[in-house]
């Protein structure tokens, strides 16, 4: 606890006032100390944003450089689609094909009688074990316990893995235990083996109901006879998947056919145009225009911008030639029209215009901002904007942390000083009231005694 003192009671003087407009004129340095410091953490903070922005910037040429298949993006078309629908992706060429569907794909399924009177309540008295084969490969064991249920045999054949599902349905009779494959066709056909268990407490012991046999898709692409395990047909042309839906009728078939989605490839653009637009909106957006590290990193993403290929090495050179272009405020921006044109016409072209050569030999624009962001990995001199401890981001940052810490010895140094001047000055009023105090004193004893004669 501090000291009590009373000001002023000798001289008449607010000395505590006094005080307080002496220590506030002394503490205008530290105030412009603290000023500074809350600049300094409020552009560290803006700095932690700017880097969230460029991140989302890499993310999506890294998504462009790293996978082949990111613009390849298509659009199916069926003229029954309750019979049958097309999709594509990644190395699908554009087409139109005559689909017939002959039969569906189905699973196994097989129903069997339990013997216990509840699903729920009704427990096996006796141990035993199921065993499941898949396609005649090695079975999975299913072990029922005593007190295991109807309704336990079925979580626990659920559980296991063993390539099937199990289920319960009442009849009306009787429950029950239907066991169906998880995938379609014959090669995921299954048998079921029963050991232990009750006579009179299995659902296995008798033949069970033939619910559905495995089957496999069976259907006709331009008059070529093709079988499938699956319903969902993705080997029989390249890149594209046709989904069976239901069989033809007789003597019919279904058009169907794909086509680049231009866009949906435009969509993707104009999100890498989109996260560009918004670094250099932050980076405007700034009160410190003179920030250094700003301006380069401003510079370099622009330069990264106008890159030009030599003709022999890409069919497009410049990101204006695939539609993306350059305001005059800076900002880039997307001419649908001129994308459609090179898609339409040179689409491998602006595939490789992005991603690279497909040997590796010579990297797209997509790899020139990756550089510019995260750094070259086949070089580690060549540093990122966003490389980790050694970019120009974290070097800003570590800049800004280090004079913030500079500023904060600063002001603890200022503090301190601050309160040994309000010690000083404590001290010296109250010598001064207490000099006061005794000169007052002695004036009255010295009037006392002048009053005696």
């Not at 336990?152 to 066991?179: E, H, M, P, Y």
Request: overall charge negative; cysteine-free; hydrophobic content about 40%.
């Amino acid at each position: 606890m501090g000291s009590i003192s009373f000001g002023g009671l000798a001289t008449g003087l607010d000395t505590g006032a006094i005080i307080q407009q002496l220590l506030a004129i002394e503490a205008r340095p530290l105030q412009r100390l603290e000023s500074q410091r809350r600049d300094l953490v409020s552009k560290r903070g803006q700095f932690d944003t700017f880097k969230a922005k460029l991140k989302t910037l890499s993310d999506r040429f890294q998504k462009l450089k790293d996978d082949n298949d990111t613009l390849r993006l298509f659009k199916g078309s069926s003229t029954d689609e309750e019979v049958v629908k097309i999709s594509a992706e990644g190395a699908a060429v554009p087409g139109q094909f005559a689909v017939t569907v002959n039969s569906l794909a189905k699973a196994q399924s097989l129903g069997y009688t339990s013997q216990l009177a509840d699903a729920d309540t009704d427990t096996f008295t006796k141990s035993g074990a199921i065993d499941i084969s898949i396609g005649g490969g090695a079975a999975t064991t299913i072990n029922i316990d005593v007190g295991d249920t109807l309704q336990d045999a079925r979580d626990k054949i659920n559980a296991g893995d063993a390539g099937v599902r199990a289920s319960i349905i009442n009849d009306g009779t009787n429950f029950q235990l239907v066991i169906s494959s998880t995938k379609t066709g014959t090669d995921n056909a299954f048998s079921l083996s029963a050991t232990g268990f009750q006579p009179d407490e299995t659902p296995f012991a008798s033949t069970p109901l033939n619910l559905s046999t495995a089957a496999n898709a069976s259907f006709d692409i331009d008059g070529l006879s093709i079988t499938s395990q699956s319903n969902k047909v993705t080997e029989a042309v390249e890149g594209v998947t046709f989904e069976l839906v239901n069989t033809s009728a007789p003597g019919t078939s279904v058009d169907v056919s794909i086509a680049r989605d231009n866009s949906a490839i435009g969509d993707k653009l104009d999100e890498v145009v989109e996260a560009y637009n918004d670094v250099l909106s932050f980076i405007d957006a700034q009160s410190d225009k003179s920030d250094i590290g700003l301006r380069s990193i401003k510079n370099q993403l622009r330069n990264a911008v106008s890159t030009t290929y030599d003709q022999a090495d890409f069919g497009f050179v410049a990101l204006a030639q695939v539609g993306i272009k350059t305001n005059a405020g800076g900002r880039l921006e997307l001419d649908r029209g001129d994308l459609d044109t090179a898609l339409d016409n040179n689409f491998e072209d602006v595939i490789e215009f992005f991603n690279g050569k497909a040997d590796g030999s010579l990297g797209g624009i997509a790899s020139v901002f990756d550089t510019v962001l995260n750094g070259d990995p086949n070089d580690p001199s060549i540093k990122g904007i966003l490389t980790s401890g050694e970019g120009l981001l974290a070097a800003r940052q570590e800049s800004l942390s280090a004079r913030i810490r500079s500023l904060d010895q600063r002001i603890d140094n200022g503090a301190l000083r601050l309160e040994r001047k309000e010690t000083t000055l404590t001290r010296r009023f109250a010598s001064f009231e207490e000099l006061t105090s005794q000169y007052q004193a002695q004036g009255s004893f010295l009037a006392a005694q002048a009053a005696q004669f």
